[in-house]
């Protein structure tokens, strides 16, 4: 083998090995956030799945239904849980009234009613 095909294959080794370096470690640094947008992306469909069958949620209700919440990324061994029910419901309900997905009448959240709807 030629001298210069043995540099040229350390040096493709070196620059794969940095690129999975580097991807793993901004992986890591994005990883708490995207674990927080798993928990509320978990927790608006379970709302949305109980405000299917119930005409209304109040913040008890929705707290009741985020007990044992987790969210996982795949080929990571790091989870976050819900540990404070009442907060994260308080949290998770604001966010759905912000984006749309419910309004807040009183002490109660209610679905928002599609206006444009498709025959």
Request: proline content about 2%.
């Amino acid at each position: 083998m030629k001298i210069s095909t043995i540099i040229l294959g350390i040096l493709f080794f070196a620059i794969a090995t940095m690129i999975i370096y580097s991807w793993g470690i901004v992986r890591q640094k994005n990883q708490s956030g995207d674990l927080m947008k798993l928990l509320f992306s978990k927790g608006q469909s379970r709302v949305k799945k109980y405000l299917k069958h119930n005409s209304a949620i109040t913040l008890g209700q929705a707290a009741k239904l985020c007990e044992g919440l987790e969210a996982r990324q795949p080929f990571s061994a790091n989870r976050a849980v819900v540990k404070d029910t009442r907060d994260f419901a308080g949290q998770l309900l604001a966010y759905m009234v912000k984006t749309g997905q419910v309004e807040k009448k009183g002490a109660e959240y209610f679905p928002v009613e599609n206006k444009k709807r498709r025959s």
